[in-house]
Structures are given as C-alpha cells and as structure tokens.
C-alpha cells in the first residue's frame, strides 16, 4: 500500500508519498512497487515517482543523528572490520566533499557494513561474485562494480582506478572530488581487516550550488536534518534506495520492462500468489533479455503464495448477505473447502474456512475477519473440534473463497505449503533467482526450514527475505532476523492481524531492528498505489 491509488491515477495520494518517504526517514533499504506496477495504468511513472520521493527524502536524514544511533545500539566492542567500516561512513559526515565510497568486497560483507550505518553518498563496491553483485540490489546505497576475477595486491591499483572511472560515468561520484576507499582484495573479507584511505576521483571538481545539510538547520524528533536550499534546489541526488517492482499484466512487455529499469528498478518482483510456471518463465527470460541487452544490474524475487485461509464455496454459487448481529455456524472444513458449500437459510447461516486447526487455535472472544476485513465475526463459542458459533459484527454481502485473517491468534499452518515448495524447488532454484520472499513466517525455525530447501535444490546463493505479516511474527521477530538475510515489512496483512492504527509503530519498531543489525528491510505494500491510474502519487504517498 505504499503508491496504491497509481494503479488508476497518474498521481499518488497526498498520504501515499508521505508514506514512501517515511519509509526513507525509517531506514527502509528498498521500498516495494505491488500492484502498481503489476497492474497499474502507469507502471513506469509509478516507479519514477517512488524513485524521486526516496531520492529527496534521503537528503532529509540526518546522518550524524542516525550514525551514532546504530553506533550505540551496536554491542560492544565492534569487530575490526566494523570499526573501520563504521569510520568511513563517519568520515564522509565529518568531509561532506567525499563524493563517494569504493569498497572491496568479494562476498559482499564488507560493503554490507557500510550499508549499515547509512552513509549519504553512493557505495560502490567491487567484487568478482556475480552474486554478491546482484545482491547489492536490497542493501542501502549500494551499486555493484563486477570485475572478472578476485583482485591481488598487485592488480589492486589498477582495479581502484577503473573503479573509480566506473563512479564518475554512472554520476555515483563527482569528478576531483574526495573518494574514501576501502580496500584489501583478499577473498577472506570476514576475516581479513582492511585498508581505508582517500582518494580523489578522476576530472575536474566543478563545486555546488549547494552544500550538504548542516547540523545547525532545523533538526526534528524524525532524523531529519532538512534546509530551504533542499527544497527549492533542482539538483538532483544519487538515489541510494532501491525500487523493488511486481511484474504484472501491464509491465510484462520488453518495452515497458525496458521503461521500468530506466525510471530506477532494481529487483523484479514475481508474484507467485498467480500465474503458473509457464507464464513466470516467459516474463523471466524477457526481463533478463532486456537487462543483458541494457547491460543493467538487476536481481529477481520470487515471493510465495505461503499458507493462507480461506472461505469456502457457496450453494449455487451466490453470496450471502450477512448482518450485523445475526448468530453464525463456522466450520473448519481443512482441505475440502473447495468441496464445502455454506448456506444461509431462515433457521441457521453457516459457512466453511480451510483452516483445519480453527477450533483448536481460537478461543470465545477472538475475532475473525474475512475479505480483507470487511467483514468482522466475534466466536462466541467452541462447539467441537471442527465447528464454532460466533456473532457477525457488521452488515456485509460475502462471496466465495474469501481471505481470512484472525488477529492475536498463532496460526498452526506450515511456512511452506506444497506449492510453495514446488515454487521454490522448480521455479526459484531453477533459474537461480537471487532472492525469495517467504509469506508469513512466524519463527526462526520457519527461516532454517527454508533455507534448507534451498540448499538442497542448488538455491545456495537465494537469499531470503522474511515477511511478517502478523503478531506471531512480531512477537519473534528477533529470533526471525538472527537468521534471515533481509525483511519485508508486509504492512497489508499486517494492518489484518494487528490493529491498523499500530502498523506504522511496528514498521518503525522493526526497520530500526534491521538497521541496528545491519540486515536489509523492504517496506511494501500499496506504496504509490494511486499510480496504478495516475501519472503522479499522491502527497500522502510520498510522505
């Protein structure tokens, strides 16, 4: 829900672009495109626009501020390599001239480090793993330069100086301006405690209209740090974000996929909740066609459908009008819910959920919400393993094949169903995509569950993204990050299973946790959705 009303409107909301660029001031390492750009009449504004807001909204943080916030948060004492790293991000705060960081870093941890502790410049960094550079993709500010094998101490010099090159062309660095460097090209990067210098890149330094944000300049309780030459400046900022976009309907032609990685996608989105193989696999190989042909840096996400709960058939197919206040029979009819057909007659209303635990999981006074919670039913009773009464709260016609969320209740259903592990064994492994968003995880056993999948099928180098999306997750969201490589702030079933005013709390409780544990964090979900129909998102949107 982060640009949603783009799906219409070829603008954003006034509350939609508040919400992408408080995404930015809460640490987001990349902000997430769903239907937007999936669905929506105007995909490629929908990501320019989401490029434009995070690229301004990160001029607005204070880096200082934030520094020393993951700096004291960070337990005691830090590893060499964290020293040193930590000091480069420190160094282009106390030299605002730096332009830019290089850092070496073969399988990506060194770089990761420096991502942590949110520099405000561009981090190149250079490696010989196609899949560390791939991966650069979700982690803050990070651009890949891939070099065609491990560097030497004697090749070193040589590398830094087409690195360099690399940051001047792609305006990551501004020519004969200062570049902190940090270097040391042996393969172990974890072990191996590096070398950090300045340098200047190539050309001529041409000084700005503009300087960065004092710290004397109005500072709020936001960690923002913003002046009136931000605003009215027409120079434009590296983007450091990243732009995570759902392929769709609408974004599936090479042209348009060629317009979405010109307005700023990093990582294509596949959304495994639809379609099947065959029709993934063909906008697969065209999204990689056209990133070889432009020679662009892309990963790509496979996200799962993951357990979910749903209302069963119909008789005759018809809805059903529910009303407020009317008693109501729910049984939990497991697997046959496609079989199951509810009905709603002068003497009961009764209707089937798949969920097979129900009974076993709710207890009188939980909530149960069905079609996005519009329609609300309070259980008032267990009358058996499969069956419950409970009261309808609200006055709703209901279809077939509903979603259904109960909120504070632990849901006893795999992280992985079936179909998901298919998806991941024969779609995910199989094209060796780079990441894999695993829907609903709830503990940190769910995460080495998934990883061991991926082992055993050759994804090895799939790194996971966890979504949490409800109050199971929240509860063990630490042990969740121990073991995850990224996260996914999965506000839409979220805002189901905790009370909507109490998401952006949770989204700002657990993008502080990722920054402090330097783990990257996605916030998705309705981001520029008004784009989805209009050419530019809404304030609100933005915001």
């Not at 916030?69 to 001239?97: G, L, N």
């Not at 979910?308 to 029979?329: C, F, N, S, W, Y």
């Amino acid at each position: 829900q982060m640009l949603e009303s783009m799906c219409t409107n070829p603008l954003p909301t006034r509350a939609e672009m508040t919400d992408v660029a408080n995404a930015v001031f809460d640490g987001a390492d990349a902000t997430m495109l769903s239907g937007e750009t999936a669905n929506g009449a105007f995909p490629d504004k929908a990501v320019a626009t989401m490029a434009a807001i995070v690229r301004n909204a990160e001029e607005g943080v204070n880096r200082t501020q934030v520094w020393n916030f993951i700096r004291d948060f960070t337990p005691a004492p830090v590893s060499s390599i964290e020293a040193v790293t930590s000091c480069a991000a420190k160094v282009c705060i106390d030299i605002p001239e730096i332009s830019c960081i290089v850092c070496f870093s073969r399988g990506g941890f060194r770089g990761n480090l420096v991502s942590k502790y949110r520099p405000a410049v561009p981090i190149v960094v250079v490696t010989s793993s196609a899949a560390s550079a791939v991966h650069t993709n979700a982690e803050y500010g990070q651009y890949a330069y891939l070099i065609s094998e491990p560097g030497t101490p004697e090749t070193e010099s040589g590398i830094l100086a087409d690195a360099l090159k690399f940051a001047v062309d792609e305006g990551l660095a501004k020519p004969g301006t200062p570049v902190a460097v940090i270097s040391g090209t042996s393969a172990r990067d974890k072990r191996t405690i590096p070398k950090f210098g300045l340098t200047r890149a190539p050309g001529v330094y041409v000084p700005p209209v503009i300087g960065r944000v004092s710290e004397t300049k109005t500072t709020s309780l936001r960690a923002t740090a913003v002046s009136l030459d931000e605003i009215l400046s027409p120079v434009h900022p590296v983007r450091k974000t990243k732009i995570v976009c759902t392929m769709g309907p609408q974004c599936w032609g090479e042209e348009t996929v060629a317009k979405l990685l010109d307005a700023g996608m990093t990582t294509a989105r596949f959304n495994f909740s639809h379609g099947d193989h065959a029709g993934h696999q063909e906008v697969l190989d065209r999204v990689r066609k056209v990133v070889k042909e432009k020679g662009a840096n892309v990963a790509v996400l496979l996200d799962t459908k993951g357990p979910e709960i749903r209302t069963a058939m119909l008789k005759d197919h018809e809805p059903i009008v529910l009303e407020a206040g009317q008693p109501i029979t729910v049984e939990a009819v497991g697997d046959k819910y496609t079989e199951f057909e509810g009905y709603k007659t002068d003497e009961e209303t009764r209707i089937g959920l798949s969920y097979a635990r129900l009974c076993q999981s709710v207890h009188a006074g939980n909530t149960i919400l069905i079609a996005d919670g519009s329609i609300s039913i309070r259980v008032d009773s267990i009358e058996s393993d499969t069956v419950l009464k409970g009261t309808v709260m609200n006055t709703k016609k209901l279809g077939e094949r509903k979603n259904c969320n109960l909120p504070g209740v632990k849901v006893d259903i795999p992280v992985l169903t079936a179909k998901d592990i298919d998806d991941v064994q024969n779609f995910c492994c199989k094209n060796k995509m780079d990441f894999v968003a695993v829907s609903f995880v709830q503990t940190g056993e769910d995460v080495k569950y998934v990883r061991e999948i991926l082992d055993e099928n050759g994804g090895e180098n799939v790194q996971i993204i966890c979504k949490i999306e409800n109050e199971e997750g929240m509860r063990n969201f630490d042990d969740i990050l121990k073991y995850t490589d990224g996260i996914m702030v999965a506000r839409g079933d979220l805002g189901m299973e905790i009370p909507s005013e109490k998401v952006c709390l949770a989204q700002k409780l657990m993008m502080t946790k990722c920054n402090i544990a330097g783990k990257f964090v996605i916030c998705a979900t309705q981001m520029l959705e008004s784009m989805c129909t209009n050419p530019l998102p809404t304030r609100a949107e933005m915001t």
